[in-house]
């Protein structure tokens, strides 16, 4: 017996350009703990160039920023959790005093990591247009990933020709650099000369 099926192979692999930058973020700055944590990476670097330092000190900052900056969503989804079981808890009986405190503790990390969030959203957005506090989250995220698209270069024409190997792109990119900036001979002139 035939089978009307036949095998697909997908192969799914991602144009690798060579490192990527490091960035950091100015809501990072709000937190305390950044500024321990890259006084202390940056002082056990020592006398190394700054180049040297820079480069070394991206690795403590993105494991800082995945351990405890990172996941801003599930940081707001965890205390609205803890919000709400405590609006169930007043629903069934008086809340006491220290429920009242944590209440009000909760509620304030969770106005501060909204806020973070909307900084952080701003940021990575490059929305100059929102004033600071719009919580229009859903469109910075599309602001943010159309410029995430709108960034990479995927082909470039090349005397007519469509080059789209993430090698040869880059070789005529630094072709065409190198051609601009040689040095030329300079002008010879003689300032004597001018009345």
């Known amino acids: 017996m ?3 099926h036949y095998p697909i192979i997908l192969v799914t692999t991602q144009i690798k350009w060579g490192p990527t930058p490091f960035r950091s973020l100015d809501v990072w700055l709000s937190e305390p703990s950044f500024l321990k944590t890259f006084k202390r990476e940056w002082v056990q670097l020592g006398g190394l160039a700054l180049e040297q330092k820079l ?13 405890v900056f990172g996941r801003l969503d599930q940081k707001i989804k965890a205390f609205q959790q ?3 079981k ?3 808890k007043a629903q069934v009986r008086m809340l006491l005093e220290q ?3 944590r209440k009000e503790a909760l509620q304030s990390q969770l106005w501060l990591w909204m806020l973070r969030s909307e900084r952080y959203w701003k940021q990575i957005s ?3 247009i ?9 469109f910075f995220h599309l602001k943010a990933s159309f410029r995430r ?3 990479v270069i995927d082909k470039i024409l090349v005397n007519d020709l469509v080059v789209s190997d993430p090698d040869e792109i880059k070789a005529h990119i630094i072709r065409y650099f190198k051609e601009l900036y040689r040095k030329q001979r300079p002008s010879r002139f003689n300032l004597s000369v001018i009345r």
Do not use: A, M
Not at 55 to 67: A, D, F, G, M
Not at 130 to 138: F, L
């Open 2 to 4: 035939f089978s009307y």
């Open 55 to 67: 480069k070394r000190i991206k690795k403590p900052l993105k494991e800082w920023n995945k351990v």
């Open 149 to 151: 698209q709108r960034k």
């Open 130 to 138: 929102i004033k600071e506090g719009d919580r229009n989250t859903k």
């Open 126 to 128: 490059r929305c100059k």
């Open 82 to 84: 803890e919000l709400q």
């Open 99 to 101: 429920d009242w405190l």
């Open 86 to 88: 405590l609006d169930s």
